[in-house]
Structure formats: structure tokens, C-alpha cells
């Protein structure tokens, strides 16, 4: 009987969470377009151009790149730098109701040989009263200003690695302190 119990409470946890709802649908603006995920809390935002929409890395020869691989590659910026882009972005008004929220918005970012971005993704919380109405133009106002401004010094074998991908986690509440 034991068995039985412990058997069904682990058929519903798996349920649950495989019911998740995911939300699929596409932000318009008048500069870009926006796909948005939306699943288990957290919106993801990737423009419709991004081609590279893989988690993993890969060399120039086709192969995959190793999950445990630590990159070379260093970031050419602060995270401060990072932070104040996203602090522009928003109105004096927003950034005060931003300064009771946590959480992280999360810059996911593609970087080619020379250093430059060519991809972004963005993730943040759903709940997030601001941000869950961001609108595809000041995403891509945000992107192109990344894109601009933030650079990586690619060096050693990350170079024969066709696209380096890293996070950006930027904490939201400190950002619209600053």
C-alpha cells in the first residue's frame, strides 16, 4: 500500500510538471518582432531574425562542444555598464516601481570570433508588473544598444568555436538604484 501511495504522489509531481503552461505567441513593433515563450514563471523574448537558437556550442567542425567547458573569453565591459543600459531603457516613474521588485533579467547573448554580439535573448519574471509589458520596440531599443557596447576579448581555443554563448544575469533591483 505504501508502494502504491508513494508510486501515485510521483505520477502527479511528474503531471504537474509536465503541465506547465507554455505560451507561444509574437510580439509586433515597428522595428522588430519579437517570439515569446512564456513558461514556468519567466518570459523569454528572442527577435524573429536570431538564427541561432540552440543551448549548445559548437567548434567550426561540426562538433559539439562540451557541456563542463570553461571559456577563455572575457568580457570586455562591467556589469555595471550592462546595467546601466538597462536602467536607460525605462521612465523615472517605472524605475520607482522597479525598485520594489526582485529577480533577475537574464541576457542570454551570442558573440562571434572578433568579440561583437549577434544574437540576444532576454528572459525576466512574468510577474514582474514593468517588465511583463515591455513592448518589442524597447526590446529592441535595448538589444541595438547591447549589441553597440558590449564586446568580448575572444582569445586561446575559444576562437575555434563558431559562436560563444554566455549569460548576463542583471539583478533588477539594483539596476534601478543605481
Not at 27 to 43: L, T
Amino acid at each position: 500500500m505504501k508502494i502504491l501511495l508513494f508510486i501515485l504522489v510521483q505520477l502527479f509531481m511528474v503531471l504537474g510538471l509536465n503541465a506547465q503552461k507554455i505560451r507561444k505567441d509574437t510580439i509586433k513593433g515597428e522595428n522588430a518582432s519579437y517570439y515569446q515563450e512564456i513558461r514556468f514563471g519567466s518570459i523569454k523574448m528572442r527577435n524573429i531574425q536570431n538564427k541561432d537558437t540552440l543551448i549548445n556550442m559548437y567548434y567550426d567542425d561540426g562538433k559539439q562542444v562540451p557541456g563542463d567547458l570553461s571559456l577563455e573569453s572575457r568580457p570586455k565591459f562591467t556589469m555595471e555598464d550592462a546595467m546601466k543600459i538597462f536602467k536607460d531603457v525605462f521612465t523615472s516613474l517605472e524605475l520607482d516601481q522597479l525598485k520594489t521588485t526582485r529577480g533577475a533579467f537574464n541576457i542570454f547573448v551570442v558573440v562571434n570570433k572578433n568579440g561583437n554580439i549577434v544574437e540576444i535573448e532576454f528572459m525576466y519574471p512574468m510577474k514582474n508588473p514593468i517588465l511583463s509589458k515591455i513592448t518589442a520596440d524597447r526590446l529592441f531599443e535595448m538589444e541595438t544598444k547591447y549589441k553597440r557596447l558590449l564586446k568580448w576579448n575572444v582569445v586561446g581555443n575559444d576562437r575555434k568555436i563558431k559562436h560563444l554563448k554566455f549569460l548576463l544575469p542583471i539583478n533588477i533591483f539594483e539596476s534601478a538604484r543605481m
